[in-house]
């Protein structure tokens, strides 16, 4: 108790210097710090909920705990249901203002293989330090009362995107107790299944346009440039995605029995794949790059991002990178065809002497403005024709099969289109201001980052410009085992977000 009414008394005596001499660097870097501390236990309380949404009974405890935290913030909230699971959407309105601000905040995260957690639980959140020789010390939780930059918290969720949660509402609780009021009114949407692709996202925003209606957007989500510094991100691709398969005897054959006699679609389906792309990882595919073009201004914009190409190589492991692009930041502004997965019969300790009855690639394509995302699925789509194959949406019958050499199913799924906001829009200069001021130096300016987000729909339908605000460390394991948050982009964060509250919209 003691210690608890030091900590609170340092706020209260902090919260006056604010008060009474406005929002400085350094007065955001202290109540940042303060607050952060604070608020370690709702951060824990967070990541304990599992949130794999395809589990309805757990992403309804995320709805009631958003609910339930907006709420005590003086946030009035509305479900928005959906044939799913709902979005949530929470608005508070300041006085005087005229503009409003839409925040995009994702609570769900990926499903996770405990098996490759280095910890009881993945939504059990364990405090770590790191070791001199790249291992990681578990820390009693308590400890993170004195914590420094370099620990982490490794939870699932915890980068991807429930930290980002927990330092806007920390921001929102020190901005409201030192005499900050945004100048806006703010509402925020919570999306619940943006791991599964947002499925219901583009209805609902079309469905309840006049609800959602906002002068701007801010995303809350993705991680900082490679370098760490405060940056922002002016767009991301879309995507798209793709089964392919390709089929051998109806069921599998004992390859003593029929080798050299039954075809093997394992064989054939990478023959496939391999005619899509040159040895230089560039697709091939005849119109697939149509469109994109780098202008020198486009030029100047992608080069003035700090990349050191030899340090991605480096943490990526590879000697030569791909030449679809000269350098990282041109080679995302195209559209991409990766393969994602591949299977055809078994390996490891499940091998067998078997010829596939079936292969099967799942392929994602990456979306950008200039391009449509209907002509390049059809592009694809007309190249595994042009290769021999009847292409199906469905699996082949036996007759079929009797009449054609070669068959391959093919369906596809249209995600969301790609987003981009020029540099120069009020929200971009809005933000900028309030990065520079928060930490003494202009962010880093990101034309596109290459991932995807499902923010396409606002930003066509609501007619709004939108960035990004990343926040957490880029290596921080997202979507993979022991996903971990950096506790110093944590207590930036919260610097971050409360710059936003602070800086006066025009």
Not at 322 to 335: F, H, L, M
Not at 436 to 464: C, H, W
């Amino acid at each position: 108790m003691k210690n608890y009414i030091i900590k609170c008394t340092g706020i209260f005596l902090l919260l006056g210097h604010l008060m009474g001499h406005g929002q400085t660097r350094e007065s955001l870097d202290e109540l940042s710090s303060a607050y952060a501390k604070t608020s370690f236990p709702m951060l824990r309380e967070l990541l304990n909920i599992p949130n794999d949404a395809f589990y309805p009974t757990a992403i309804e405890d995320n709805v009631q705990w958003c609910e339930k935290a907006f709420q005590k913030r003086g946030f009035s909230n509305t479900r928005i249901s959906t044939s799913t699971a709902p979005l949530l959407l929470a608005e508070r309105k300041h006085p005087g203002a005229q503009q409003t601000v839409l925040v995009y905040l994702q609570v769900d995260g990926q499903p996770v293989d405990s098996t490759r957690w280095f910890q009881e639980s993945p939504y059990i959140p364990v405090l770590k330090k790191p070791l001199p020789d790249g291992s990681w010390e578990a820390l009693p939780w308590d400890d993170i009362a004195n914590y420094e930059d370099n620990w982490r918290v490794f939870a699932r969720s915890a980068s991807d995107a429930k930290g980002p949660i927990a330092m806007f509402l920390t921001a929102l609780d020190a901005a409201a107790n030192s005499d900050i009021v945004p100048n806006y009114n703010l509402k925020v949407i919570m999306d619940f299944e943006e791991e599964l692709g947002s499925p219901q996202l583009p209805r609902a925003v079309k469905e309840h346009s006049d609800l959602l209606k906002a002068d701007m957007l801010i995303i809350f989500d993705g991680p900082r440039h490679i370098t760490n510094k405060p940056t922002l991100t002016f767009g991301a691709r879309g995507i798209s995605t793709i089964t392919l398969t390709t089929y051998g005897p109806v069921v599998p054959q004992h390859s003593g029995h029929f080798g050299n006699y039954a075809p093997n679609p394992a064989l054939r389906l990478s023959k496939l794949l391999a005619s899509m792309k040159d040895d230089v990882g560039r697709v091939i595919i005849p119109g697939f790059y149509d469109g994109v073009s780098i202008d020198p201004a486009t030029a100047s914009i992608l080069k003035a991002v700090p990349d050191d190409e030899a340090q991605i190589k480096d943490r990526l492991q590879i000697k030569t990178a791909d030449s679809v692009g000269r350098y990282y930041q041109e080679a995302i502004q195209y559209p991409s065809l990766n393969i994602r997965g591949m299977q055809s019969g078994w390996i490891d300790e499940k091998v067998r002497t078997i010829i596939p009855g079936w292969a099967r690639a799942e392929l994602d394509v990456r979306l950008v403005l200039e391009t449509d995302p209907n002509r390049l699925i059809n592009l694809v789509k007309e190249h595994v024709a042009s290769e021999g194959y009847l292409v199906l949406d469905r699996e082949p019958t036996k007759e079929e099969r009797l009449a054609h050499d070669k068959i391959a199913t093919f369906t596809h799924e249209i995600s969301y289109q790609s987003f981009r906001t020029s540099f120069d829009s009020p929200v971009g200069i809005w933000l900028r201001s309030a990065l520079t001021k928060a930490f003494g130096e202009s962010p880093i300016m990101i034309r596109m980052s290459g991932g995807s987000i499902p923010i396409s729909p606002f930003v066509t339908t609501l007619d709004i410009p939108a960035v990004t605000v990343p926040t957490v460390n880029r290596d921080n394991n997202q979507h993979s085992p022991n996903e971990n948050l950096r506790l110093g982009n944590y207590r930036e964060g919260i610097k971050t977000m409360l710059a936003i509250l602070g800086e006066e919209l025009n």
